[in-house]
Nanobody, 127 residues
Framework: QVQLVESGGGLVQAGGSLRVSCASS????????MGWFRQAPGKEREFVAA????????YYADSVKGRFTIARDNAKNTAYLQMNSLKPEDTAVYYC????????????????????WGQGTQVTVSS
């Protein structure tokens, strides 16, 4: 089993930056690809970014491409999402998730194929 805990969310002004982290415990997180999703009130959860088990391959939603960077440190069992040039529309609860294999479905949609989820961390971007 894998337990995931997000942290680092908060309030930031538009144009600012924030880094959220996902710490894992239980089974070694290097066995899993990692993804970040977000959900705003009244909206479906949406894919943000994903990274392969070894950290070499990364994937991004079009809405965050060029602004967000996903990374991982397997020695620390931690994944990160660096968010730059934040916009008010980025406001959401951000969740990390783990999946055995990145498939085409794992980099789009709501993430139903992911095996483990964190509790989420709130990111609020003010105008």
């Amino acid at each position: 089993q894998v337990q995931l805990v997000e942290s680092g969310g908060g309030l930031v002004q538009a144009g600012g930056s924030l880094r959220v982290s996902c710490a894992s415990s239980g089974r070694t997180v290097s066995s899993y690809a990692m993804g970040w999703f977000r959900q705003a009130p009244g909206k479906e959860r949406e894919f943000v970014a994903a990274i392969s088990r070894n950290g070499i391959r990364t994937y991004y939603a079009d809405s965050v491409k060029g602004r967000f960077t996903i990374a991982r440190d397997n020695a620390k069992n931690t994944a990160y999402l660096q968010m730059n040039s934040l916009k008010p529309e980025d406001t959401a609860v951000y969740y990390c998730a783990a999946v055995i294999t990145i498939s085409p479905q794992a980099i789009r949609g709501t993430g139903d194929e992911y095996d483990y989820w964190g509790q989420g961390t709130q990111v609020t971007v003010s105008s």
